[in-house]
């Protein structure tokens, strides 16, 4: 069955391609807004510039939703261009999209933007929720004011949800895919103390998530979209190791972390900072996570014929009935 029409501005990289794949699979409509689009795409790709509103503005007329995941990947330097750059293209797409949607006559149902929980910046051991307020430094400031941009748009006859998106674990990109190379020739150690957290979530979980942004009508305002068991840095690589079938590798220590990271044009800060976070609206509102024990994520990633998780094993770190806990309520958090 032929469902409604769904575009995706920037939906082109790793999670674009995967929620495209989904989407359309259950029979949805899926657009792709993209700078440079291909013929062989899968999907319909159609040319897009956030600069100027054009022929892809007429793609959100009617459509069942747009989920914005544009903005210049910060893997890279923090140049005070690129600085420039990842800033202005969060605040471009998300107010041409804006404009473009004030126009519709008949508009988007609803507006799903992708942000991202470097909203607290570095924030060490404290348990972080959607109240929690903004941190410090370059990231934190970036989210913030991408936020208020996004929360600035008098939309009334669209809905919107503002989805503060953690890692996502999956083998097809990533910084997963970084960190799998590098445990690979035996760089797998913990970065740094080890201290700081991974607010962790399976890529299969981030798709639910939207989608479940997307077809529930009481989804609404901001969401942290992240596992509700996030773990150290040094239990994530720990548990990286073992589901690569490598052994112990030696710490790598925050001096080395910050040259190798500068060697390969990227920011060391992106390893050695962490945040605690939890999804604490999403369990209020019954969502439930089909991977909250990080062991479980990564070896259904890494299963050598992409095979299905043991559904026994998939219930590990749940409550009855598979619903997601609050690691809140539960003692000794921080390992799933």
Known sequence: MLRGRIVLAGGSGFLGR??????????????VLTRRPRPNA??????WDERNAGEWARELEGAEAVVNLAGRSVN??????????????RLRSVRALGRAIEKCERPP?????????AFHGDAGPRVLDETAAAGKGFSADVCARWERAFDSLALPRTRKVLLRVGFVLGRSGG?????????????GGTVGEGRQYVSWIHLRDFVRVVRWSIEREEAAGTYNATGPWPVTNAEFMCELRCAMHKRWAPRVPAWAVRLGAFLMGTEGELALAGRRCLPERLISQHFKFL????????????AEHGAEPDGEKVKKGRGEEGKALSPRATPGVGRA
């Open 18 to 31: 995967a929620l495209a794949e989904d989407l359309t699979r259950d029979g949805y409509q899926v657009v």
């Open 42 to 47: 899968g999907v319909r790709q159609v040319a």
């Open 109 to 117: 149902k609803v507006f799903v933007q992708a942000a991202s929980l």
């Open 76 to 89: 890279c330097l923090y140049t005070r261009r690129n600085r420039r750059e990842i800033l202005s293209s």
């Open 175 to 187: 910084a997963l895919q970084t960190l799998s190379r590098l445990a690979r020739i035996g760089l």
């Open 291 to 302: 991977y909250t024990n990080l062991e479980t994520a990564l070896a259904d990633i890494f």
